[in-house]
Structure formats: structure tokens, C-alpha cells
């Protein structure tokens, strides 16, 4: 139970979190609700496993993971945009699909054995810091840094540039955003791919780097209903979807580290001499999700911030806005 | 402008088809038109399926004829998808009377759990004595389990309509726990011998199956279909009477279509909230006694393959009418039935996910009409 290894576990689980939360918040800011990303990241995992398996390319793995997420994600851009029908129906039907597709493609993939894994590195200057360097940046796998870059990238996308404006239009008000001349449509289908592409990573990095392999389902245990929950969480914040996805990533390491043998607090862990009780830790990361979203939902009504203003709704262009 | 005329006056010289497709929206909708674009869609559907099976190396025809014949062959099999259907009906129900209200409960897995370890806590407890008549058994566990799926609805109804708590999050979280919860009471406390379940149920506490009756009439002999089954019917019809005929049921249509024009009316949207997820709840987890008093008979890991989701896309089918929804339920059951022995093991999956895209996606046929002009025609 020693803290410096929990956070570091956490921020290496977490990572996965956070690229499908970051994911989920650039298609959600532009209007669409993917409630797909467990799909998405099963369909990532398994081929980023089945590719480096094959090729010994882990790059080539999680860029196959991203395009296979992406088109599949497609899918569901055009039943909801071009189609209008309901985003929620559709995205369960994503689920559905990505989950199936996964277990079929992937049938006898788990027996594919031990595959070169991505690189860990240690940054070296930054990792002597104390307490944050051991945890941050001491043989940490290459996506975890990627992760530390793509949290100010996405946020300074979002909130500082002219393309980030026109993202936050066509979610908040598309009839002014076609009106200014931004192509509402387009827009929509390129954040719903990098909603998709973004799964798709955090699905790779999974069967790549966290805990490799492939598993079938339990690849994603539930993590991309969790990262939904998050980006509610995150208010559509990237920095706070960080933080959300990092502790997320703590608490499932604690949860194996606390069925160990030691003492707690000069006690004798009631989880090690009963092991039924570990299923109660098991419930704790949906518990918390639960508890998290209680605890976005009432900040968001006491700011009175909110879900991007058009989410979930379809654009139709020449009937009346909202 | 003047750019305009330019282009107009001379027309690009690349091929044009003399026929044009126009998309026009539709003003009215004919009776017959939902059930047919429903029905291509899954034949779409089944075909893409087919396509995928071939590209992993399977038969499609073969897998489909098994399926069918596996499913609906003989009065055997059909009884075996009666019972498959049971726990369907009435997930699908729940499906059906929260969607109906836009709730989007997509709890009704855990629901069903919930509603398993209820009516198992009942026999298990000794709360219900072991030689209590079969009407007693049966009925306590009936209440047990259509209390505790109300109570698995409740919880995210309540942080909705309380804390505006999106449900579709809280109610997939609590199939989690609800799953973890059984387990624990499957493995820790009720474990028989070690094994992942809990010892077989005293014989009042068995829904009464066709089998049963076979003495009487020797065709029976071998039926699985068991009393869950009217339990599912009785409950379509009172879904349906709630939602078509009742003031209740109006209130949730008028909440579901127009919900600021419900409030207006003076309708409770928060109570409407929370009572509508108990109801649904209730139903899923009605599924959940049927289900381990009519087939299993104990409590045990891994009783549903998937019945609360699978009645997501059955609701949807069946376009959220709960009498629609027991034909439906019984061509699933089917597909679950004769799925089992297909591999590789996702593909009823696949083929569902499949089926459910197909039916959103050609909705937009129920509101555009497309159609094929001539060039010449256009002006």
C-alpha cells in the first residue's frame, strides 16, 4: 500500500480514461452524445493486439486501433446526423456492435501469447522531483506522456482557437453556427471521428501498454461507460477530465492493492482473510461513478453550467433551431 | 448573382445521369409503411450479417437454417424459446414503459439480478417456511423480486428527479453493482459446497412447468415452458392498459413527446420520474424471480446472457408497444436459444447490434420519402 506506487499505477490506468473522456468531450461539444465508447475501445484493443501481434509494429497496432474506432464511430455520425435518429438508441447500438464485432475478430486472439509491449521511459530531470517525479515521469509507458501533452493541447484547442470556437458553436447553437457559415454537418462528423479515433487509442493502449492482452469484454471491464460518467464529471473540461480519469485510475489500483495481506491501520484486512468481500471493492469504481456524477450534476445546476446547449439534438437545417 | 447566371448559362459538361434521387419530407405516414421499413431493415440486417460470417469463414445459410431450425423446429425447441422469451418479455417491457417517458433505463440487467436475489432471499432466509404451499412460496417471491427491481429502479429515478442525475450513467453503474452484490451472496454466503451457487430451491418454490401436467396430457411430456410465461403476458396487457388507457399512462406519453407542454398541463414530471423507473425496474426485476423460479431453481452466477439489454432493442422493435413486444421477445428468444451453439460466440451480439442500427437508420424512411425524378423534370 505504499502511495507513490498506487499513484503511479493510477495515472498509467488512468490514461486510458482520459483519452476516451477527451474523446467523448470533443464529440459532445460539437452536439453528439456517442454512448459507444465501450465498443470503440473494445474494437481498439482487439485490433491494436491483432495487429502488433502480427507485424511486431506497436505503432502500427494503435494506429490501426484509431482508424478501426474511427470508421466505426462513423457509424454512428451518420445515423445521427444525416438520419436524426436518437443518439442514445444509437449509441447503444455501437455498443452492441463494437462489442460483438471485438469477441467475433478477436476469437483465439488470447491464446496469441507475449507481444513486445510499448516503451516505458523515464524523463530524465523531471522524474528527480520529488514525491510527483517517481509518480509522473519514472518509467511511465510513452502513452502516458502522450496523455500528459494531449491535456493542454485539447484544452487550449477548445477554448483558444478559431477552430475551437467553431466546435463549441455547432454544439451550443448550430442554426447561428450555419448562419456564420460554419458547415454544421462536416463539423459533426469530423469530432464524432475523433471521438472514435480517440477510443480507439485508449482501447490500444489497454492491450498495448496497461494490462496487455486480449480478454474479451473484461479488456474494458466497464471503462468506457466510466469515461461517460467522467466527461459529465469534467463539465467538458479537459483539465478536469484529467483529474477525474487519474483518480479513477488511483482507486482501481487501490482496490487490487488493498486485497494484499498487510494490515490495515493494525487491523487484520478483512479482505484478505474473506476474499468475498472483494466484491464489494468491485462495485467501489461504479459506486464512485455514481457519487461523481452526483457531484457534477449539483455543481453544474449551482453554477448553472450545462451540458452543451444542443446535445443529443439533431440538426436540421431549415427547420427551427432551438 | 452574376456568378450564378454565368454557371447556369453554361452548364458543366460532365456526365449526368438522366434520373435524379430527391429526399422530400414526408407529410403523412401510411399505416402500412413502419411495419415494412421494419422488416427490411432486419432482412438488411441479417444479410449484412451473413456477409460478416462468410468473412470470418462461417456458413451464413447453414448458421441462419440452424438457427431457425434450433429455434422454432419442433414443439420441443419452441417451448425451450417460450422460455427464452419469458425473461425477454419482460425486460423489454421495462425498456418499453421507461423509453416511453424518454427515460432511458438502461438498468433493467441489474434490475433483473436484483429481482433474482430478492425472490432467492425469500427462499433462502427461511423467511418463507420450507413447507409453505407452493401459492404462498410463489407469491412471496413474486413480491420480493418485483420490490427489489422497484428498489434497483428507484435509486437512479430518484437522483434524476431530484439531483438531475443523467440516468442512462446511473442506471448502467448499478447493473455493475447489482451483478457484484449477487456474486457476493452466490459465492460468500449461499455458496453450496464451494460451487458458484446456492443450493437447489425446495420444489414449492418452483414455477409450475407444462411438463408437470404431462400425466394428464402426454403431449407435454418434456415442455419446458414454465408460469413465468403468464406473468409476462399478464403483464404486457397491464403495461398496455397503463400506457393506452390509463390517466397514468397518458401522463407518460404527454411527458415522453412534450415534456414542457406536460408541465404546463400540470403534470408531476419529478414524482412521474421516479414512479415510472420503479415501474420499470419492477418488471425487469419480475424477470429475475421468473427466471430462477422457473428455470434454474437456485441462485446462481451468470443467470442472464444479457436478457436487460437485449430487451433494449426488443422495446425499440417493437416501437415501444408492449403487445408488440411479446412477438418480438419470442423471435429473440430464438435468436439466443440457437445463438448459443454458433461461433465464434459474439455473433448473436454482432447480429443484434446489427439489427438495432438497421431499425434507427431506416426510420428516416418513415420521414422522408425518397424518390427518383427525371433531370428534365427539375425547373
Known sequence: ??????????????????????????????????????????????????????????????????????????????????????????????????????????????????????????????SSI?????????????????????????????????????????????????????????????????????????????????????????????????????????????????????????????????????????????????????????????????????????????????APAALGLPYIRGERGL | MMSNEAVKQTPPRRFQLPLQIRVEPRLEVPRWLSPVVSLGAIIVALLIGALILAIVGGNPFQAYAHIAKAAFGSLGVLSDTLVKATPLILTGLACAVAFRMKLWNIGAEGQFYMGALGASVVVLTGIVPEEASRFVTVGAMLIAGVVFGALWGFIPGWLK??????????????????????????????????????????????????????????????????????FALVAAVIVGYVLYRSIWGYEIRLIGDNPRAAEYAGINITRNTVLVMMFSGALAGLGGMSEIGGVVHRLQAAISPGYGFTGIIIAWLAKLNPIVVVPVAVLFGGLILAGREIQPAGIPRLIQGIILFMLIASDVLLRYRIRIVRRAERV
Open chain 1, 1 to 126: 500500500m505504499d502511495p507513490i506506487i498506487i499513484l503511479h499505477a493510477g495515472v498509467a490506468t488512468g490514461t486510458v480514461l482520459l483519452f476516451a473522456t477527451i474523446g467523448e468531450i470533443f464529440a459532445e461539444r460539437a452536439g453528439v452524445l456517442n454512448l459507444g465508447l465501450e465498443g470503440m475501445m473494445l474494437i481498439g484493443a482487439m485490433s491494436a493486439f491483432a495487429v502488433t501481434v502480427q507485424t511486431g509494429n506497436g505503432g502500427l497496432g494503435l494506429l490501426v486501433a484509431m482508424l478501426a474506432a474511427g470508421i466505426l464511430s462513423l457509424l454512428h455520425g451518420l445515423v445521427t446526423i444525416h438520419f436524426q435518429a436518437d443518439q442514445v438508441v444509437s449509441g447503444l447500438a455501437l455498443t452492441f456492435l463494437g462489442v460483438g464485432l471485438s469477441l467475433v475478430l478477436g476469437e483465439g486472439l488470447s491464446s496469441a501469447g507475449a507481444i513486445a509491449l510499448l516503451p516505458t521511459y523515464t524523463i530524465p530531470v523531471l
Open chain 1, 130 to 306: 520529488p514525491f510527483l517525479g517517481p509518480i509522473l515521469f519514472t518509467e511511465q509507458s510513452v502513452m502516458v506522456y502522450v496523455g500528459y501533452i494531449l491535456i493542454p493541447l485539447s484544452w487550449f484547442y477548445i477554448n483558444h482557437t478559431r477552430f475551437g470556437l467553431h466546435l463549441r458553436a455547432v454544439g451550443e447553437n448550430p442554426t447561428a453556427a450555419d448562419a456564420m457559415g460554419v458547415n454544421v454537418y462536416r463539423l459533426r462528423y469530423i469530432y464524432v471521428f475523433v471521438g472514435g479515433t480517440l477510443a480507439g487509442l485508449a482501447g490500444g493502449t489497454i492491450s498495448l501498454a496497461i494490462s496487455p492482452g486480449w480478454f474479451s469484454e473484461l479488456t474494458t471491464g466497464g471503462m468506457g461507460w466510466i469515461a461517460i460518467g467522467l466527461v459529465i464529471f469534467a463539465q467538458w473540461n479537459p483539465w478536469r477530465a484529467a483529474f477525474g480519469s487519474y483518480a479513477f485510475g488511483a482507486l482501481r489500483r487501490t482496490i487490487l492493492d488493498i486485497q494484499g495481506p498487510q494490515m490495515i491501520l493494525g487491523l487484520r484486512n478483512p479482505f484478505f482473510f474473506n476474499p468475498y468481500y472483494g466484491f464489494f471493492l468491485q462495485m467501489l469504481p461504479f459506486a464512485f461513478t455514481i457519487i461523481v456524477l452526483i457531484i457534477g450534476s449539483r455543481e453544474a445546476l449551482r453554477k448553472r453550467l450545462g
Open chain 2, 161 to 230: 428527479a431530484r439531483m438531475k442525475v443523467n440516468e442512462i450513467i446511473t442506471t448502467l453503474m448499478l447493473n455493475y453493482i447489482a451483478i457484484s452484490l449477487t456474486n457476493y451472496f452466490i459465492f460468500g454466503v449461499w455458496s453450496e459446497g464451494g460451487f458458484q451457487m446456492s443450493h437447489t430451491f425446495q420444489r414449492s418454490a418452483w414455477l409450475p412447468r407444462l411438463s408437470d401436467y404431462a400425466e394428464q396430457a402426454p403431449i407435454l411430456r418434456g415442455l419446458t415452458t414454465h408460469f413465468g410465461l403468464v
